[in-house]
């Protein structure tokens, strides 16, 4: 069974910075895609960021050049830097495996807030 084990959400000022780790109990490298996802309160789960098997990625157009998706497949974990927070990034962030179905973790809260 393929597990994926998000950290390092918590609290943080606006403009601050954290950085999400997923691990992963077998080698991220098999994934096709492996990608961040958020779900603030009342709203529908969203796509932040993806990375593919070849290392492409793509990220919403309300993060973009702020935060950073990256692989380490030899410590089977993704990585997203986010960087000067805001207020409406606060929400529960998923992490996401694709390999002929979809694989989710059990997410982590991250609240910018003052």
């Known amino acids: 069974q393929v597990q994926l084990v998000e950290s390092g959400g918590g609290l943080v000022q606006p403009g601050g910075s954290l950085r999400l780790s997923c691990t992963v109990s077998?080698?991220?490298?098999?994934?096709?895609?492996m990608g961040w996802y958020r779900q603030a309160p009342g709203k529908e789960r969203e796509l932040v960021a993806r990375i593919t098997k070849s290392g492409s990625t793509n990220y919403a157009d309300s993060v973009k050049g702020r935060f950073t998706i990256s692989r380490d497949d030899a410590q089977n974990t993704m990585y997203l830097q986010m960087n000067n927070l805001k207020p409406e990034d606060t929400a529960v962030y998923y992490c996401?495996?694709?390999?002929?179905?979809?694989?989710w973790g059990q997410g982590t809260q991250v609240t910018v807030s003052s």
């Open positions: 077998r080698s991220t490298f098999t994934f096709l895609s």
């Open positions: 996401n495996g694709y390999l002929l179905r979809n694989y």
